[in-house]
């Protein structure tokens, strides 16, 4: 694609554009989205426009901008995540119905969790997670799981650091959070206790694609002092589910 004279391709400036939305921030001016993307302002206004022409974004009565429903449509096809998800719906429909706190799907992406669903009911506790939404590997139970059965490099990538810290929690030394992965891998499993709120255990385990490997993290927020036994049971059971209906011959 052609550079800018900044040296930015097309395709860098579109993608900066499109980052300036996040779950938080989903309507914004033109003039907002060049500032936050970095972009001068003819610039941001053309790149606007002609997304907002071709449906990718929209411009409402106010002249705001959103995402558009053109471009939700074409990342759906044929997706990988919204195959799993699809796959995953029905034990996790049934999870949440037996254990009644937040379910969740979370898939490894760029060095972070990113949450494909998340159910819920008017009972369950405190939650700060949301669909396509993202939080650290370190810090969530989902992460530790995929962290634990991600690639050696993408591992020592995270354990170098920095690791944030959430809470009081979350573990923020290398050597800590060495030991907890190969935890995760010993028993198959990770719990969270404190790690991204106080309040909140996060429980998690593997989901396997039809080649064996790691393609998810299904996982349970529960109180802080619930027992996380039934809750572990439960998930294990719904992983395997959704292991065969992706394919899978655990």
């Known amino acids: ?141 989902s992460g530790l799981v995929l962290l634990a059965y991600a690639d050696r490099a993408l591992q020592e990538r995270v354990l170098s650091g920095p690791l944030m810290s959430v809470t009081s929690e979350t573990i923020t030394e290398p050597s800590l959070l060495r030991r907890k992965l190969a935890e995760v891998r010993t028993i198959g499993h990770a719990v969270a206790p404190g790690y991204i709120e106080a309040v909140s255990t996060g429980v998690a385990v593997p989901v396997h694609d039809e080649t064996g490997d790691v393609a998810a993290a299904l996982s349970v927020v529960l109180r802080r002092d619930a027992p996380t036994e039934p809750a572990l049971r439960e998930l294990f059971a719904a992983a395997r589910e959704i292991e065969r209906a992706l394919g899978g011959r655990r």
């Open 1 to 141: 694609m052609a550079n800018s004279p900044s040296g930015d391709s097309v395709t860098e400036r579109l993608i900066r554009v499109l980052e300036t939305f996040t779950p938080a921030r989903t309507v914004q001016t033109a003039a907002d989205i060049g500032r936050r993307a970095g972009l001068p302002a003819s610039s941001a206004h053309r790149i606007v426009g002609e997304l907002v022409d071709a449906g990718m974004l929209e411009r409402d009565d106010d002249r705001r901008i959103r995402i558009g429903m053109r471009l939700w449509e074409l990342a759906t096809r044929s997706s990988h995540a919204l195959r799993l998800r699809q796959a995953a719906m029905p034990s996790m429909e049934r999870v949440q119905s037996r254990v009644r706190e937040h379910t969740q799907l979370a898939i490894l992406e760029q060095d972070e969790a990113l949450f494909l669903e998340r159910l819920s009911s008017p009972e369950s506790g405190s939650n700060v997670t949301r669909i396509a939404g993202r939080l650290p590997l370190h810090a969530s139970s």
